[in-house]
């Protein structure tokens, strides 16, 4: 039996990360108290860092990169919590190696970096245009949030897709043919984002398990053996 020791350590790895951001903000607070030129103005700094902890830690998470960095981090547990919903919903036992468990990392990788790229491209083309039209403008946070919706969304679409050996790239076409279940689990996803410290964490599980459950449903993946699942000349 797989051991899943190792997913401790992943967890501690993303507490050192909040734990260095929060030491280069505690460094600074205390700059500011030595610095204070009285007591009140030395308590005044409290709120200071109490505000600066907040906006600091929304900004990594919300940063371009930092979702993804998170969900690279969480793979190991969204493709166990994946694998285990099929499980259930298949009655099959699906055997994971530690191969597997590597596989999925690097294919997690690839993806996210896809994802953030074009993320940051698409975005800076809606932020030119609405530049341009800024008469406009009130459009544009409704369209970037569907686009990180969507990005997010196939990020964990495709560890379903995975189980059934799809590429990268029919995994792309597949999960078009279903927009709206990526663009509702990104959203959702986006949403638990906001919640401190337990959305950050339970938001990728529970999007892992709504998704094997709403593609098993609607998808025909596990109804396919050797017929391919989608025909990439007919989409593209």
Not at 47 to 75: C, H, V, W
Not at 162 to 174: D, H, P, R, T
Request: charged residues 15%; proline residues 2%.
């Amino acid at each position: 039996m797989l051991s899943y020791g190792w997913v401790a350590r992943l967890f501690i790895i993303i507490a050192l990360l909040g734990g260095l951001k929060f030491i280069s903000l505690f460094v600074n607070w205390i700059n500011k108290v030595f610095g204070a030129n009285d007591a009140a103005e030395a308590i005044a700094t409290m709120g200071l860092f109490a505000k600066d902890l907040a906006l600091g830690s929304y900004e990594m998470l919300f940063s371009s990169g930092s979702k993804y960095i998170m969900l690279i981090l969480l793979e190991v547990v969204v493709f166990h919590f994946a694998r285990r919903t099929l499980e259930i919903l298949t009655g099959n036992e699906a055997k994971a190696g530690w191969k597997d468990f590597v596989d999925a990392q690097i294919r997690m990788i690839k993806v996210a970096f896809r994802c953030w790229v074009l993320e940051m491209i698409v975005l800076t083309i809606l932020s030119v245009v609405f530049g341009i039209f800024s008469i406009l403008d009130f459009i544009e946070p409704v369209l970037a949030l569907a686009v990180q919706s969507y990005f997010l969304g196939f990020a964990v679409v495709d560890n379903y897709n995975e189980q059934f050996g799809l590429s990268i790239k029919e995994s792309v076409a597949y999960a078009w043919q279903y927009l709206g279940v990526v663009m509702a689990l990104g959203l959702f996803f986006y949403i638990m984002l906001l919640i401190p410290f337990i959305g950050t964490v339970a938001g990728p599980c529970i999007a892992a398990v709504a998704v094997c459950i709403i593609m098993y449903k609607l998808s025909d993946l596990h109804t396919m053996k050797d017929k391919p699942a989608v025909d990439l000349e007919e989409i593209v």
